[in-house]
């Protein structure tokens, strides 16, 4: 199978998926986690401009870990706060934006998985983003590491 037929497949498996999430319960925050068309967006997305077609199978690949990642979650690994600009324009409003990275050890090969919240001004925490914690290449498609 081709790469963008493969790509094809797998987007519309982890869309489906994505949306039967909905939201989860965090033990951290106390709160639901809300899983919006914002954080599967930015999925697909950086920056203006579509990820790399390996990036994203790597992303899609690793969402069927998020929701017991972030059901599970008592500590955080990571924070970062930041003015912004809030919106898919440009030019809207400027708005304070929190990050937390929740990590995790995940699956049969003992993955490393870092799970990327996000909250807009006094809005809900959402989730962002998930990527494995090695920095090995942002196109890695390695078949061992995607194996669950």
């Known amino acids: 199978m081709g790469l963008l037929s493969r790509h094809k497949k797998e987007k519309a498996k982890a869309?489906?998926?994505y949306r039967k999430i909905g939201?989860?319960?965090c033990p951290y925050f106390g709160v639901d986690i809300i899983f919006n068309s914002d954080g599967f967006h930015h999925l697909q997305f950086s920056a203006g401009s579509e990820r790399k077609k390996e990036e994203l199978l790597l992303k899609f690949t690793l969402l069927p870990f998020v929701e017991?990642?972030?059901?599970?979650?008592?500590t955080i690994q990571s924070y970062r706060k930041?003015?912004?600009v809030f919106g898919r324009k440009a030019q809207g409003p400027?708005?304070?934006m929190e990050?937390?990275?929740l990590m995790a050890i995940m699956g049969d090969n003992k993955i490393g998985i870092k799970v990327v919240l996000r909250k807009v001004g006094d809005g809900n925490i959402t989730f962002w983003s998930v990527?494995?914690?090695e920095k090995k290449d942002k196109t890695a498609t390695d078949e061992n590491l995607l194996e669950k």
């Open 15 to 17: 869309e489906e998926f």
């Open 23 to 25: 939201k989860a319960t």
């Open 131 to 133: 990527m494995p914690t």
């Open 82 to 84: 930041q003015w912004g």
């Open 99 to 101: 990050y937390w990275g």
């Open 94 to 96: 400027m708005k304070q």
């Open 68 to 74: 017991d990642i972030v059901k599970k979650s008592g």
